[in-house]
C-alpha cells in the first residue's frame, strides 16, 4: 500500500431473523450482487472470517454471514460477538421477520418442521424463535418484515439495500449466431437479420465478417437497418427494466443471420453499443458461429 491510501474497508453484512422469514432469498441475492455469501455460520466463526477478508482485502470486499438458530447452542452468542466486531469492521446486521400466520403458512407448504418446535407444533417453535431472537432483532440495523413479500419482492428490495453503486442491474449478452446451425438454446431474445441483403454475395466482402469495418458499414447502411437497430434498442428499455425488477439478471439477446459471419455479427455489435447506454445494464458480445464455416 501507498503512503496516503486509503486502507479498504472490509463490508460485512450477517444476515438473521426468523426462520422461513426469507433468509435463503436474500442470501442469493447477496450472491448474485457479488458478496461473498457463507451459510449457517456459527457466531464464533465470525472474527475469523472477518479476519480472513481483511487479509484478502480488495479481492473478497463484501462478505455476507447468514447466522439463526440451526447453530443451535452457538447461535446465543451472537448477542455478544457483534458488538465487539463493530469496532474495527463496517458491519451491518439485517433481520428478517413475518407474521406467525405467515410463517405457519410458510412450512406448511415446504412440509418441514420448524427448528425449535421439538415435540409441538409449528406455531409453538415459531413463538420460541421469536423470544430468543427479541434482543437481535433490536439491534439489527435493518429490519424487513417479508409477510408480504414474494420471493422476487424479496431480492428487489435485498438489491436496493446492499447493491453497490457499480453494480449492474442485469448482465446482457448479445449473441451473434447463425440460423443454419440451430438457434442458441439459451436465448430469451431472438432477432432474425435474414431481412437485410447478405454480404456473402458480394465478393471483395465474402472472406470478411461483420467485425471488418467495410462489412459493417455495407450492412448498417442498407435500408432496414437503422429502422431496426434504433426500434429494437428503445422497444428493449421496458424489458430490460422489468427484468431488473423480476430480479432475472441474466439475458441472451441472440442476433442470427444465415451463417452468423456477417449481417449478425455487425448488427450485434452495434446493437451492444446502443444497450450500454442504458442504465443498469451490462453489456457482453459473443459470436457463437464465427470462424465455423
Known amino acids: 500500500m501507498t503512503p ?6 472490509q463490508e460485512v453484512l450477517i444476515v438473521t431473523g426468523m426462520s422461513g422469514a426469507g433468509r435463503s432469498t436474500v442470501a442469493n441475492a447477496l450472491e448474485d450482487l457479488g458478496w461473498y455469501v457463507v451459510d449457517n455460520l456459527p457466531p464464533q466463526m465470525l472474527r475469523p472470517l472477518v479476519d480472513l477478508a ?4 480488495s479481492r473478497l ?3 455476507a454471514a447468514v447466522v439463526d438458530v440451526r447453530g443451535r447452542d452457538f447461535f446465543s ?3 455478544e460477538i457483534v458488538p465487539a466486531l ?4 463496517h458491519l451491518r446486521m439485517i433481520f428478517l421477520e413475518a407474521t406467525d400466520a405467515a410463517l405457519v403458512r410458510r412450512f406448511e407448504a415446504v412440509r418441514r418442521p420448524h427448528p425449535l418446535q421439538g415435540e409441538g407444533t409449528i406455531l409453538d417453535g415459531i413463538v420460541a424463535e421469536r423470544h430468543r431472537l427479541s434482543e437481535i432483532r433490536e439491534s439489527s440495523d435493518v429490519i424487513i418484515d417479508t409477510s408480504d413479500l414474494n420471493i422476487h419482492q424479496l431480492a428487489t428490495t435485498t438489491r436496493e439495500l446492499f447493491a453497490g453503486a457499480e453494480t449492474p442491474g442485469v448482465q446482457v449478452t448479445v449473441l451473434s449466431f447463425g440460423f443454419k446451425y440451430g438457434l442458441p438454446p439459451d436465448a430469451d431474445l431472438v432477432a432474425d437479420m435474414r431481412f437485410l441483403p447478405n454480404p456473402f454475395w458480394v465478393p471483395e466482402l465474402r472472406a470478411l465478417s461483420g467485425q471488418d469495418p467495410e462489412v459493417s458499414e455495407y450492412v448498417l447502411s442498407q435500408t432496414g437497418a437503422a429502422e431496426f437497430l434504433e426500434g429494437y434498442a428503445h422497444a428493449l428499455e421496458p424489458v ?6 423480476e430480479n432475472k439478471r441474466h439475458v441472451t439477446i441472440a442476433v442470427g443471420c444465415t451463417g452468423g459471419k456477417h449481417r ?3 448488427v450485434a455489435l452495434e446493437l451492444a453499443d446502443r444497450l450500454r447506454n442504458q442504465s443498469g445494464v451490462a453489456v457482453h458480445v459473443r459470436h457463437r458461429d464465427l470462424g465455423r464455416e
Open 54 to 57: 481483511e487479509r484478502a482485502g
Open 61 to 63: 470486499p463484501r462478505i
Open 86 to 89: 463493530r469496532g474495527g469492521t
Open 4 to 9: 496516503g491510501q486509503p486502507q479498504h474497508q
Open 264 to 266: 449478425s455479427v455487425a
Open 240 to 245: 430490460l427494466a422489468g427484468y431488473q425488477r
Open 77 to 79: 452468542e451472537l448477542q
